[in-house]
């Protein structure tokens, strides 16, 4: 165990190298001409260097976090950043959405240098499994919307390079518009019924859903979760898309971000106190 731990900067120089090189590699078409961004030329090189990124960032947690499920504040960042990068690599293998690589990864290897580098050292606090299963929930949840939000925003650049009749690479290198407009929404549908779980895990698992530390995350989690619902919604019945789609969604995803990290950054950067067992 003591060798392991004394790996773990390799590994995360290895994780973080990885990625930058994928986003990079992802990346590099977008500034030149006469060639494709999304060729598989391009991609096969940048999704094998982001899969070892991952299965080292993820090692990198384990080891360093003794295997268990660590809540402070850029621990959990790192997590979630891993998550993300590991369903971007899963969601491509069906789509065509290898272009938000060049957004996620080097935020997954930003955020994992914080935590291996620069971060102070964690002990995890001891959980329950019906915890460790809300707080799971909650993480996939979290990183599944978080890659819609990613949609979002490609589908904001999509409408407003159609709109002005701009066609760059950028432009090209992501999927097509109905495309896009489809995965966002399955997406989103996916995230509300994990949303949906992780309010309801949290219900019957938490001891006081309300209390001190939790009610402003409650709140914002359930406002979330009304945000995302209500856009489905109009989706089904009103057939909503386009600019007001891209609004709720970054909406939605901005209120979860407070109600996941915005507390979690006051007590534990601001006010230095310890995590609570929930995300």
Known sequence: MPHLHAMLPAFSILAIVGYL?????????????????????????????ATLAVLAHAGVLLGMHRGALDLHFFAA????????AALTLLVNLSRPVAALGVAVFPLAALLLAVDSFLAPPTVPIAMDWQ??????????????????????????IQERGLRHRQF????????????????????????????????????????????????????????????????????????????????????????????FFGSKFVLEVILHRGPQGHL
């Not at 960042?77 to 993300?84: D, E, P, R």
């Open 131 to 156: 915890i460790k299963l809300h707080v799971t929930v909650a993480l996939v949840a979290f990183s599944v919307l978080s890659i819609a939000a990613l949609l979002a925003i490609g589908l904001a």
């Open 77 to 84: 960042l790192s997590l979630v950043a891993c998550a993300v």
């Open 168 to 259: 760059g690479p950028w432009l090209r290198a992501l999927p097509p518009l109905t495309l896009t407009e489809t995965l966002l929404f399955r997406l989103i549908g996916a995230g509300f019924a994990l949303l949906t779980l992780t309010l309801i895990t949290g219900a019957l698992f938490v001891g006081d859903l309300f209390g001190q530390h939790l009610i402003h995350k409650t709140v914002l989690s359930i406002v979330a979760w009304l945000v995302f619902g209500l856009l489905l919604y109009g989706r089904w019945r009103h057939g909503w898309r386009g600019r007001r789609a891209v609004n709720l969604t970054l909406t939605g995803m901005a209120v979860l971000v407070l109600a």
């Open 21 to 49: 090189l994928a986003a990079g590699l992802l990346a590099w078409p977008l500034f030149g001409r006469g060639t494709s961004p999304t060729g598989p030329a391009w991609q096969r090189p940048a999704l094998a260097l």
